[in-house]
């Protein structure tokens, strides 16, 4: 069975920096991308951006390319989003996910592309 253990998040100030990672067991990722999405309170499900784990090719939601940054370990099979100039608009739970759709996943926003997902971390940001 494949699982996906998120760590990080937390809370800032406004204009700070976070991170949460994604640690991957039970699947090597080579054939996979990973994902990330996060709940507010606009959004359930709210893509900001992949990982296609055997090029490292990303892509960005519009909102997102710019402040995070999407990058890959693969030693450790561990995903990290790396959050920089926080707003309080980026208050919510974020999580990861991994798609089969290795290739796809690249182009899609949908959540249905993604196969398995963590359990969510949550990302304060006050003013």
């Known amino acids: 069975q494949v699982q996906l253990v998120a760590s990080g998040g937390g809370q800032v100030h406004l204009g700070g920096s976070l991170s949460v990672s994604c640690s991957v067991s039970g699947r090597a990722l080579n054939q996979y991308a990973m994902g990330w999405f996060r709940r507010t309170p606009r959004k359930e499900r709210e893509f900001l951006g992949a990982?296609?784990?055997?090029?490292?090719?990303?892509r960005y939601s519009d909102f997102a390319e710019g402040r995070f940054t999407i990058s890959r370990d693969n030693v450790k099979n561990e995903v990290t989003l790396q959050m920089d100039n926080l707003q309080p608009e980026d208050t919510g739970v974020y999580y990861c996910?991994?798609?089969?759709?290795?290739?796809?996943?690249?182009?899609?926003?949908?959540?249905?592309?993604?196969?398995?997902w963590g359990k969510g971390n949550q990302v304060t940001v006050s003013s």
């Open positions: 996910a991994c798609s089969s759709r290795r290739y796809y996943a690249l182009e899609s926003t949908a959540a249905g592309t993604y196969d398995n």
């Open positions: 990982i296609e784990w055997s090029s490292g090719s990303t």
